[in-house]
């Protein structure tokens, strides 16, 4: 069964920094490509980053550039999202997502398993 667990959100201040974790069970992590999505209150849910099964293909939405790493450690079937300097207007709901073999991409629909999200709220 495939599980997604996402771990790490919590309470931040502005230029601080924030590590998020997902970890991935029943399956083979390394085939995956797989993102981050985040929804903030009274918004839609939106791409964050993606990369690839083995890590050589990475995007990032426009507002994280520069801030975010997305990174993965297939030898322990998790996914990471490093947030560095973040801002109050980074406060949302995480979410991971996975995709089979799929090319990484910021389309939410092309994702085919979720985890239940974590929230990361940033104070100013």
């Known amino acids: 069964q495939v599980q997604l667990v996402e771990s790490g959100g919590g309470l931040v201040q502005a230029g601080g920094s924030l590590r998020l974790s997902c970890a991935a069970s029943?399956?083979?992590?390394?085939?995956?490509?797989m993102g981050w999505f985040r929804q903030a209150p009274g918004k839609e849910r939106e791409f964050v980053a993606a990369?690839?099964?083995?890590?050589?293909?990475?995007y990032y939405a426009e507002p994280v550039k520069g801030r975010f790493t997305i990174s993965r450690d297939n030898a322990k079937n998790t996914l990471y999202l490093q947030m560095i300097s973040p801002k109050p207007e980074d406060t949302a709901v995480y979410y991971c997502?996975?995709?089979?073999?799929?090319?990484?991409?910021?389309?939410?629909?092309?994702?085919?398993?979720w985890g239940q999200g974590t929230q990361d709220t940033v104070s100013s």
């Open positions: 029943g399956w083979t992590f390394s085939e995956y490509t």
């Open positions: 990369i690839d099964g083995i890590g050589r293909t990475i």
């Open positions: 997502a996975a995709v089979y073999r799929g090319p990484p991409g910021r389309w939410e629909h092309a994702y085919d398993y």
